[in-house]
């Protein structure tokens, strides 16, 4: 069996999905893209575009543009709470925020808009990592990183589609960004 037909078959038992992600303004995002690269670098983990997941949703017959296109909001400001880490691969390493009612807003507004009752945020977080590491290395980082700020601005929403569960790198790399709005400031 050669990779493409391997590629096809382990695709074809995964969930395709939308998932709405929220985007890093500049320069905090760049902060954030180097402390991935460097992460990714040192653990021989997947690179990724820093994002806080806003909701998953079952690919719809609306295209993804018209339904960003439909979503009047202005860029989000977000508290940060923590640097944190567990046992789920796409949470191994997060910085944590502190929800507010324009994210909560910016959620419900989306869910309508997909005529969705898909998986919403709960913890709205950033990874900076997705590897399966010890939990003792994963609390060393999460007390070791230093953010030099306590806001972030968010000033885009990307739609990205992508295969559930998410596992591994391949899954990762997967991802194709299908749509982008950018959130008036």
């Not at 985007?23 to 575009?49: G, M, S, T, Y």
């Not at 709960?122 to 999460?142: F, G, M, Q, T, W």
Request: aromatic content about 8%.
């Amino acid at each position: 069996m050669n990779n493409a037909t391997l590629t096809e078959r382990r695709y074809s038992m995964k969930k395709s999905v939308l998932v709405y992600w929220l985007i890093l303004a500049e320069p905090k995002r760049e902060l954030f893209c180097e402390l991935i690269r460097i992460l990714a670098k040192r653990f021989d983990a997947p690179r990724f575009e820093p994002h806080l997941t806003l909701l998953v949703t079952a690919e719809d017959r609306q295209a993804p543009k018209q339904i960003l296109e439909q979503i009047d909001a202005s860029s989000i400001q977000l508290r940060l709470r923590e640097i944190s880490f567990s046992s789920k691969f796409t949470k191994t390493l997060f910085v944590r925020f502190k929800s507010n009612n324009t994210l909560e807003k910016l959620i419900v507004d989306l869910r309508r808009a997909t005529k969705s009752r898909g998986k919403f945020v709960r913890d709205p977080h950033v990874s900076l990592l997705y590897k399966k590491i010890p939990a003792a290395v994963e609390k060393e980082l999460a007390s070791t990183i230093r953010l030099p700020f306590n806001e972030v601005l968010f000033d885009s929403i990307k739609a990205v589609r992508c295969h559930l569960p998410v596992h591994d790198r391949a899954d990762v790399e997967a991802w194709r960004i299908i749509a982008t709005k950018s959130l008036e400031r």
